[in-house]
Nanobody, 115 residues
């Protein structure tokens, strides 16, 4: 059974940092581009960072220069380093393939940034 498990969220003050991890079972990372998504209360889920199999990265404008996505295929893990966090970054963060697959949505990890 394919599983994607996110971790690393928490409560942090404005300007702080967090590192999210996404552990994926099976061969998800080896055959797919991956992405970090987030959903804030009352808003639609959005893709904030993506990384291709070859390593090409792209980011939504609101996180450029602050977030860094990376992948370690040997560990079947995708990371999201988040620096200079802002209250508007508060959301549940999810990891999935890019484009996303329904079967791979996990529980997500809550990130809360206090002002």
């Amino acid at each position: 059974q394919v599983q994607v498990v996110e971790s690393g969220g928490g409560l942090v003050q404005t300007g702080g940092s967090l590192r999210l991890s996404c552990a994926a079972s099976g061969s998800i990372l080896s055959i797919n581009a991956m992405g970090w998504y987030r959903q804030a209360p009352g808003k639609q889920r959005e893709l904030v960072a993506a990384i291709a199999r070859a390593g090409t990265r792209r980011y939504v404008d609101s996180v450029k220069g602050r977030f860094t996505i990376s992948r370690d295929d040997a560990k079947n893990t995708v990371y999201l380093q988040m620096n200079s966090l802002k209250p508007e970054d508060t959301a549940v963060y999810y990891c999935n393939t890019n484009p996303p697959m329904v079967a791979y949505w996990g529980q997500g990890t809550q990130v809360t940034v206090s002002s």
